[in-house]
C-alpha cells in the first residue's frame, strides 16, 4: 500500500480521477495504470485519505479515522 503525501498528487487525482459518494465520505481515487513491472510484481494500490473538520473539530477523532480507513484498505486489498 502505497499512502498519497503531497499536496500534487491529492490535486492530481482529484483532477483526473473518479469519485464515488455515500452519505458520509467522498472517494476519489485514479485507477492503476497497466505499467511494465519485473515478473510476479503487481501495481501498487495508492490511497490518499482526508478528513476535514466537518466531521469532526477535534484533530484527534479525525486522525484515528484517518487510520481506521487506512487499515481497512490494507486488510481488503493486500495485494499492494
Known sequence: LQRVKKRGQFLKIQSSGRKLRSAHFLFIYE??????????KLPLNR??????TKVNKRSVARNLLRRRIRELFRREFPFG
Open 47 to 52: 490511497l490518499g485519505v482526508t478528513i476535514t
Open 31 to 40: 485507477p492503476r495504470k497497466e505499467e511494465r513491472l519485473p515478473q510476479g
